[in-house]
């Protein structure tokens, strides 16, 4: 993977690109098709560990599950960066989709999405304005408390 323009807005923001993560499963981290990068459902894996496992609400406050959203469109990126060869080939984010385990007391899944919103935006700048969905779900794999998905459009 090539250095650029994006690993320098990551040096800035005093961010790293983790190793990409690899499948836990019958699925690749990401796929393309045509101009469009998918990213598979991504995890807040942290040096291959979860800081924090429940349902926001109830195990995880608000504002721990926003700062996992981020972890996890980083990873969504670093598998982005594998299959593309570098960042700077994307041009655009199109879309997020974040999915929260949710207390069913908890009513702020968009907030605690907008911490990869937020990242995302911080790092691309305008290209990084995208369409989102922020879904309160009952359980995520391994007692996530959160899981991100990206689309990326790229040359």
């Given at each position: 993977m090539s250095v650029g323009r994006i690993d320098d807005r990551l040096a800035e923001l005093g961010l790293t690109l983790p190793k990409a993560p690899a499948a836990a499963g019958a699925y690749l981290?990401?796929?393309t098709s045509g101009s469009l990068?998918?990213?598979?459902?991504q995890v807040p894996f942290v040096d291959g560990?979860?800081?924090?496992?429940g349902k926001v609400g109830a195990e995880v406050d608000a504002e721990t599950a926003k700062s996992l959203a981020a972890v996890c469109a980083l990873n969504g990126l670093a598998a982005a960066a594998e299959l593309l060869g570098?960042?700077?080939?994307v041009t655009r984010v199109v879309k997020v989709v974040g999915f929260v385990a949710s207390d069913p007391s908890f009513t702020g899944q968009p907030g605690v999405i907008n911490g990869?919103?937020?990242l995302l935006g911080e790092i691309f700048g305008e290209a990084g304005q995208h369409a989102r969905s922020a879904v309160g779900v009952a359980v995520l794999p391994l007692d996530a408390p959160v899981e991100v998905e990206l689309v990326?459009?790229?040359v």
């Amino acid at each position: 993977m090539s250095v650029g323009r994006i690993d320098d807005r990551l040096a800035e923001l005093g961010l790293t690109l983790p190793k990409a993560p690899a499948a836990a499963g019958a699925y690749l981290p990401a796929v393309t098709s045509g101009s469009l990068l998918y990213t598979a459902g991504q995890v807040p894996f942290v040096d291959g560990a979860f800081p924090a496992h429940g349902k926001v609400g109830a195990e995880v406050d608000a504002e721990t599950a926003k700062s996992l959203a981020a972890v996890c469109a980083l990873n969504g990126l670093a598998a982005a960066a594998e299959l593309l060869g570098s960042l700077d080939r994307v041009t655009r984010v199109v879309k997020v989709v974040g999915f929260v385990a949710s207390d069913p007391s908890f009513t702020g899944q968009p907030g605690v999405i907008n911490g990869a919103s937020e990242l995302l935006g911080e790092i691309f700048g305008e290209a990084g304005q995208h369409a989102r969905s922020a879904v309160g779900v009952a359980v995520l794999p391994l007692d996530a408390p959160v899981e991100v998905e990206l689309v990326l459009e790229f040359v």
